[in-house]
């Protein structure tokens, strides 16, 4: 641990110097971030050496992943989102289900050794997607508006909605194997979903209540009020882990309900959480790069890598063309909508989260070795590709536009 920090920081200040000028390039932060963790962690300079069991890495884990989900749920605007649901409630109300299934057939073909509840977990593990991966596909103007929302609320959502559905999963394949028996396993679930419930709405309420509260009476000072939403995250985390609940099922409700009462309340939020999320997330990317995908880098096989492929591929785009049977959308949006599922910092989180109990599932090391190189492909496949096709396919669009089209057939 001695240089690891230095030589995080020193990753960080690297990417800060040329941040502006690979700006809209095909090199984006979580490629830079990677390789940097790759080339400074234990297999290579050995600056970054630090266990993936770690309760640094667990802690720097779980902080990312509450505050990311905070943010993206607090940002949640229920009128502006009625305008445009109908993409993001497919992609996430049968595009995400029908990738869970795929991801465990596909699992049980090609990896084999896995025990069904081992195939599910791994879908589940890989059904979240990150936009960050992929940055200039939800912040270019020159695309469909549409589509640029459409990923960016199903990027923003379906971490959350995955948080319980990989409690579940994970308790059922544990007590599968003996780990802990079925009962205790659903009393842990029902524990971890309920208190993380009931943690996250009381700590949304409280402080979108200060929020609105201090701002009628003017007794909050314009900096604090940036402060609210991070106070905010960290005691609905904090609140529920004592419980027996899910700190990220809290910190996710947290967000909802802190956001949909301060919306009575004007003026931004969000910008230091936004930011602290952002640092969080690059220091979480380099140590993914240093202490889980350098070593999986050395037990690479075909299977895992075949896995993989299908990951981003099939198992991803044959599911989202089917949601959206019915919307007319065409061939070109379809495959761009399907390739821009980037797998990345919550599957990071959720792997990290079953190192926390070691040799609990039989095969617990193809399973996690085959998350983490799904995970270090998509951030170079997704990375390369995003800023050059958004460019096609946003041209593709130009040239042929439908004017006269419902907003269920934008694209």
Request: charged content about 10%.
């Amino acid at each position: 641990m001695t240089w690891a920090l230095p030589a995080i920081a020193g990753i960080l200040l690297v990417f800060a110097a040329i941040s502006g000028r690979v700006a809209g390039t095909s090199i984006t932060a979580p490629m830079v971030f990677t390789v940097g963790g790759l080339v400074l962690g234990a297999q290579a300079a050995g600056l970054i050496d630090v266990e993936a069991t770690s309760e640094t890495v667990k802690l720097l884990a779980e902080v990312t992943l509450a505050l990311v989900l905070f943010s993206d749920a607090a940002r949640v605007d229920p009128t502006a989102l009625r305008a445009e649901i109908s993409l993001p409630a497919r992609l996430l109300g049968v595009g995400l289900p029908l990738t869970i299934a795929a991801g465990f057939g596909a699992a049980v073909l090609v990896l084999g050794d896995l025990s069904w509840p081992e195939a599910l977990l791994l879908a589940v593990l890989l059904a979240p997607t990150d936009a960050a991966l992929g940055q200039a596909v939800v912040t270019l103007p020159i695309l469909p508006s549409r589509v640029r929302q459409g990923l960016n609320v199903e990027s923003g959502l379906n971490d959350g909605i995955c948080v319980p559905l990989f409690l579940i999963v994970l308790a059922i394949a544990r007590a599968e194997s003996g780990a802990i028996g079925g009962g205790a396993a659903v009393r842990l679930v029902t524990e971890q979903i309920g208190y993380g419930i009931v943690a996250g709405v009381g700590a949304g309420a409280v402080a979108a209540a200060v929020l609105i509260l201090a701002g009628r009476h003017r007794t909050i000072d314009p900096l604090w009020v940036q402060i609210v939403p991070v106070a905010a995250a960290t005691l609905a985390y904090t609140v529920a882990v004592p419980l027996g609940g899910s700190g990220f099922i809290a910190a996710f409700v947290g967000g909802l309900t802190f956001g949909a009462i301060r919306r009575r309340a004007e003026g931004e939020v969000s910008h230091l959480i936004d930011e602290a999320g952002d640092v969080f997330s690059a220091v979480t990317f380099i140590v993914f790069g240093a202490v889980l995908l350098s070593p999986a880098l050395g037990h690479l096989s075909w299977p895992v890598l075949a896995y993989a492929v299908l990951s981003l591929t099939v198992v991803r785009m044959v599911p989202v063309a089917l949601s959206l049977l019915g919307t007319h959308a065409r061939t070109p949006t379809l495959a761009f909508l399907g390739w821009f599922g980037p797998r990345g910092l919550a599957t990071i989180v959720f792997v990290i989260l079953i190192l926390e109990e070691p040799g609990a599932l039989p095969h617990e090391d193809l399973l996690l070795l085959t998350a983490v190189v799904t995970v270090g492909l998509s951030v170079l496949a997704h990375g390369v590709t995003a800023a050059p096709l958004a460019d096609r396919y946003a041209a593709w669009f130009r040239r042929h536009p439908r004017p006269e089209q419902q907003p269920a057939h934008e694209a």
